[in-house]
């Protein structure tokens, strides 16, 4: 699951920064707050952006993400026979895992990178950065060829870690090589010169969509702030 | 615009120059066709024209070389850039953004072209790559042919008046091929000098205004090579069924790629699968090894129902060459590839010799052409005997000599009793190969005998742009 294979939707159109401090936010609160009740507040609101931004996690990506914190809450229970423990930790760990994810899953890497010419960061830094994002689904594809390729040859002889090393490990590093090398002179050939002054096309700016997401984010956190350490609604 | 003079290259740590005194011109506005057999060093002067060599490869240039009156001795890649585009063979190392927009804005950039003036000269560049209708797509979603377009309009943005394409045909269908060609022919039309580099010549020639030979580094006399290769005998009779597909659908991300596919590849026979970029040829022969499910009918390869048997298992009685012969070497030599699951060491001599690789055993298979490569990954599925042999594509990189090379050996196959399904978009191989054709349209096959594949090319042929029609 990445995020060029999810649809287009509110969340991917925000500037990737106003994401990241909203989950830094998020992060730095499920590890503050300590009410059930508090924290079911940050799930809900991960939940509910995840629905609305129509995040596409598949049923892999769901196991992945409810199978810990039902493990998490499940031997809190058995250990403390506190459900209030057992919420809690579960809560927490929900919104540890949603928060982050949701973020990176609905951030393009070239949007990223763009949003953080905001940081004034060398244009070599931000295109490796670019690249490097870029080679992981690159390095998924050649390990799933290689797999296949090998399955395809039929039967081998020999020792097993030695087949592996030959016909698996030392074929990415070699494919992997080559691919860099091409990239690099494609780079080039493309005119790109880290030391030479860029210019970007597009830049992610902030605008009401990042004003509004802000407000709400902000509004769910004070919320729950205020349930847990008294205020208004306490 | 192009001045090329008694220019000789030698790669680091090579002995020999690949490049051997080769001496030409191209004049602005002119489609230039470099042609040769694989292995004659057309890649090494498509990157020493655009400056690649020596400048980032290294090794000992020779000769004097200069874009539009200037020698390209002492300019940087980056200035070389602004002037000599460049669509390398495979142009997936090329595209390193994933929007089409910022794809070819990308090259913009890097010039510091002013953000104001970048959606203009991208809306040029599409229009000018004939890829108008991909600007808002990502490059994930992109077929081969289409990305081709998208690195063509990333070069074009920049208004080079030098456009250097290597083997930009490779991987596309007719009519990809077609129009792509018709693109440059008009580019040329407008002033640009574009110079491919190109072994499916019978493709290009039609098109260029001047064509180059290459042969071993050094540019030779033009001359027609054998259009016809002899077409494979028809079997005396057929064997037991090889191959069954029994009304076989299969969608992917909820299209529908093949739909009650029906398809028999019996003992002796050669059966030709021909269709359009992203018609399901691959995936039927991926289906065949069990490497994708079906969502309805089966398949049954050489007697063994493919859904109740491990794919290990199929692959020890059928084999599948893939598209891209880099993805299934592995070993440190062609004899240790070869050798690795062969039958036997005698089976693995037996094909090296007669695929023509016996004098590059000892090479490291990345070291060779992709024309070699492919020869190395069919001579290494021969070797284990299969019954049944899956080729996808395996005329790329090919020239005539190397072509002719492998029909015989296919010819062998067939004759002794193997039974050869064929995905490709070559004429040449279709028409030596088939002997039943299969035509991979509208998510279904139309079958038919040899004839079929005449008429399937003859209407792209019909459809192709000649120079006068553009």
């Known amino acids: 699951m990445i995020a060029a294979e999810q649809p287009e939707s509110f969340l991917t159109r925000l500037n990737p920064l106003t994401k990241i401090a909203a989950a830094v936010l998020l992060t730095t609160f499920a590890l503050l707050l300590r009410s059930p009740w508090a924290l079911a507040m940050l799930a809900l609101l991960i939940v509910g952006l995840a629905v609305a931004g129509r995040v596409r996690l598949g049923w892999r990506g769901t196991v992945f993400l409810l199978v810990p914190v039902a493990i998490v809450a499940g031997g809190n229970y058995l250990v403390s026979d506190s459900i209030e423990d057992a919420a809690r930790f579960g809560l927490r ?48 594809r050649f390990l799933a060829e290689i797999r296949e390729a090998n399955m395809l040859r039929g039967p081998w002889r020999g020792n097993r870690f030695r087949r592996a090393y030959r016909t698996v490990i030392m074929p990415l590093m070699t494919m992997s090589v080559d691919y860099a090398e091409r990239v690099g002179m ?26 509004a997401f802000s407000i709400v984010v902000l509004t769910v956190v004070t919320l729950a702030a205020c349930w847990q350490w008294g205020g208004p609604v306490a | 615009m192009i001045r090329v003079n008694d220019l000789h290259y030698r790669y680091p740590g090579q002995e020999t120059d690949t490049l051997r005194g080769v001496t030409f011109a191209a004049a602005a506005g002119t489609m230039l066709l470099v042609s040769g057999p694989t292995g004659s060093a057309k890649t090494t002067l498509a990157l020493t024209l655009c400056g690649a060599i020596p400048k980032l490869l290294g090794g000992r240039l020779q000769g004097w070389l200069a874009v539009n009156g200037t020698s390209l001795d002492d300019v940087p890649v980056r200035t070389i850039a602004r002037c000599v585009g460049v669509v390398m063979q495979n ?34 560049a599409l229009r000018r790559a004939g890829a108008e209708h991909l600007r808002d797509r990502y490059l994930g979603t992109l077929s081969a042919g289409e990305r081709q377009r998208v690195a063509l309009a990333s070069v074009l943005c920049l208004g080079q008046q030098v456009l250097i394409l290597d083997e930009p045909l490779a991987y596309l269908d007719r009519s990809a091929a077609r129009a792509l060609l018709g693109q440059l022919r008009q580019l040329a039309d407008h002033g640009t000098t574009v110079v491919i580099f190109e072994h499916r010549r019978d493709m290009v020639a039609p098109l260029a ?55 028999r590849v019996r003992a002796g026979e050669s059966v030709v699968l021909l269709g359009d970029n992203g018609s399901g040829k ?50 440190p030599t062609v004899a240790e590839e070869v050798r690795a699951t062969a039958r036997d060491p005698a089976a693995a001599r037996s094909e090296l010799e007669t695929l023509a690789l016996e004098d590059c055993q000892e090479r490291h298979p990345h070291c060779l052409s992709t024309g070699q490569k492919r020869r190395l990954t069919l001579a290494a599925a021969l070797a284990r005997r299969p ?20 029909i015989r050996r296919l010819r062998d196959y067939v004759t002794d009793g193997g ?47 000649t120079k006068e029609h553009v």
Request: proline share 6%; with cysteine; aromatic share 6%.
């Open chain 1, 93 to 140: 760990l929900a919104v540890l895992f949603g928060g982050i994810p949701i973020c990176a899953l609905t951030t393009r890497p070239a949007d990223l990178v763009r949003s953080l010419t905001w940081l004034r960061l060398p244009a070599g830094l931000l295109i490796a950065l670019l690249l490097v994002w870029r080679f992981v689904p690159v390095l998924a």
């Open chain 1, 186 to 211: 494609a780079l080039e050939l493309r005119g790109f010169d880290p030391g030479r002054p860029r210019t970007w096309y597009r830049v992610p700016g902030w605008g009401l969509r990042d004003l």
């Open chain 2, 91 to 124: 142009v997936e190392c090329q595209l390193v953004n994933d929007r089409v927009t910022d794809e070819i804005a990308f090259s913009l950039e890097n010039f510091a072209v002013p953000p104001g003036d970048m959606e203009r000269e991208i809306d040029r």
């Open chain 2, 209 to 263: 205004d001047e064509e180059l030979r290459l042969d071993r580094g050094s540019l030779i006399d033009v001359c027609e090579p054998p259009s016809q290769l002899p077409a494979i005998d028809l079997p005396q009779s057929l064997g037991e069924d090889r191959l069954v597909f029994d009304r076989v659908t299969y969608a992917l991300a909820g299209r529908t790629l093949l739909a009650g596919v029906e398809l």
């Open chain 2, 282 to 331: 691959t995936t039927l022969m991926r289906l065949a090894l069990g490497l994708a499910k079906p969502a309805a009918g089966e398949v049954v390869t050489c007697g063994r129902r493919v859904n109740k048997t491990s794919r290990r298992r199929l692959a020890s009685d059928a084999a599948l060459v893939l598209q891209n012969p880099d993805h299934q070497l592995f070993l």
């Open chain 2, 387 to 406: 019954k049944l042999l899956l080729l996808d594509e395996p005329t790329v990189g090919q020239d005539d000599e190397s072509l002719a090379l492998m």
């Open chain 2, 419 to 465: 039974s050869l399904l064929v995905a490709t978009h070559d004429h040449r191989a279709a028409k030596a190969l088939a002997h039943r054709i299969a035509i991979l349209e509208n998510a279904t096959t139309r079958p038919g005998g040899p004839e079929l594949a005449e008429a399937y090319f003859e209407a792209g042929r019909a459809r192709l742009c």
